[in-house]
Each structure stands twice: as structure tokens, then as C-alpha cells.
């Protein structure tokens, strides 16, 4: 294992609740049914894409025109960026900090690959930036998740191989990008959220690089019989 790549929302700190918080705001002011299940959806995907799933389950595809998608966008990135001006440090979630300093001392490339064109200002806001050798968002790729393109991204600059990478998601389409990539993916959340995942932990809090060596040397000795 030489490398681990990171999820922002929902695996570093829990802003997956606020992006969940603003398009309920959205969802509830354009009349569109919205719940956490049909949010499942939603996440690790860009903003457009998701402005774009909100308004098709609400028959508004058609309602809105390029302009006015713009300003919806803007209208939930606003109430979104609200929420997370009170991010603080203690807002990292159980088992991240320890995780990052005992990759940091054992010389394991750690890179972040979230959709967010926010990422950069909540690492701040978490005082995370200097643990992260690497930080690719959705503006330095061309494809988005599912597609693996950011994770492929993060081990490239990284200097490391794919097959020697772990990448860490909250996220179905995450799951499915890290495993695109051909890297060994840890879901946090439930089995059936992470289909496809190599283990899922309900919890940050059981991520540990012994942890995390321990079920990656396994993989790759399977993968080799
Ligand atoms: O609107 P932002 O901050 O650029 O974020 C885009 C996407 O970033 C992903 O990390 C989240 O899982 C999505 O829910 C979110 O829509």
C-alpha cells in the first residue's frame, strides 16, 4: 500500500448532511419530493449533475433554461457555503486525524479526489491542507465519478500505481470509480450502499493504517493465487 485517496464529503468531515440540507432547501422552494434515499443518489456526483436528477424527479427537466439552472445552482451553492462557514477542526470525523498522522509518519502518499469545487476551502476549515500531497477536484478532470479519471489523477500525481492505492468513499458512484481505477476501495456506510466495495466499515472511527494494510495485503495476496 502506498498511497490512500480520500473522499471529502462524508468520509473526512460530515458536510454529506449539509450538501443534504441545501438541496432539501432547493427541492422544498421548486415543490420537488426529496428524501435521504433519493439523496444517495446524489452524492459524489457534481453539482450540475445533481441540480440536473433533482429537476427530472420533480418533471422539470424541460422548466428551466440553461441560464436558470445556473442561478438554482449558484441559489444551493450560497446556502451550502452558509453551512460550512462554521466548519471547525473539530468537525473531522472520528479516526480521520490519527488516520492522516500515521500515513503522514509512515511515508504513504495521501491525496484527496472529491467532486467539490469546495474541498480546498473545508480542508482549511478542518486545518487538514498540509496532510494532503495531492488534492484533485472536479475543475483538473474531465470526467467525473462514477468515471475513475479523478482517482487515476490522485495516484498519477501522487507517482504511485493504481494497484497500489486504496481509495476511501461514503459513495455508490465513489466505489465504482475507485474500483474503475483498479484500486482496493473501503466503503463507510451501510453493504447495500456500497455494492462493490472491498470492505465497508460503519464507521470512520475503524480506520487505522494497520487496519488498512492489514485488508490490502489480503486483497492483493487473493488477487495473486
Ligand atoms: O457543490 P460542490 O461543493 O462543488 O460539490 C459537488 C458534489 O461534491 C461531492 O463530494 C458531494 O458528494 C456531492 O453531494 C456534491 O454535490
Not at 115 to 143: C, G, M, P, Q, W
Not at 180 to 205: E, H, N, W
Amino acid at each position: 500500500m502506498k498511497a490512500v485517496i480520500f473522499d471529502l464529503d462524508g468520509v473526512i468531515t460530515d458536510t454529506a448532511e449539509y450538501h443534504f440540507q441545501a438541496w432539501g432547501s432547493l427541492a422544498a422552494a421548486l415543490g420537488i419530493p426529496f428524501d435521504r434515499e433519493f439523496n444517495e443518489q446524489l452524492k459524489g456526483i457534481s453539482r450540475t449533475e445533481s441540480l440536473d436528477k433533482i429537476l427530472a424527479r420533480g418533471n422539470l427537466s424541460e422548466a428551466y433554461t440553461d441560464e436558470d439552472k445556473q442561478e438554482l445552482a449558484t441559489r444551493k451553492n450560497a446556502e451550502y457555503q452558509r453551512l460550512i462557514s462554521a466548519v471547525t477542526p473539530s468537525d473531522v470525523l472520528p479516526g480521520i486525524k490519527s488516520l492522516l498522522t500515521e500515513l503522514h509518519d509512515a511515508g504513504i502518499g495521501i491525496a484527496l479526489a472529491s467532486a467539490s469545487k469546495n474541498a480546498a476551502f473545508i480542508l482549511d476549515r478542518l486545518e487538514l491542507t498540509r496532510y494532503f500531497d495531492s488534492v484533485v477536484d472536479v475543475t483538473a478532470i474531465r470526467h467525473g465519478k462514477p468515471d475513475p479519471e479523478i482517482f487515476l489523477t490522485g495516484a498519477a500525481n501522487l507517482g504511485v500505481q493504481p494497484a497500489d492505492c486504496v481509495g476511501i468513499e461514503d459513495a455508490q458512484a465513489g466505489i465504482q470509480a475507485i474500483k474503475g481505477a483498479g484500486m482496493f476501495a473501503v466503503g463507510v456506510g451501510t453493504p447495500s450502499q456500497m455494492q462493490g466495495a472491498d470492505i465497508v466499515v460503519a464507521s470512520t472511527a475503524e480506520l487505522s493504517l494497520s487496519m488498512l494494510e492489514e485488508h490490502f495485503c489480503e486483497f492483493t495476496k487473493r488477487g495473486s493465487l
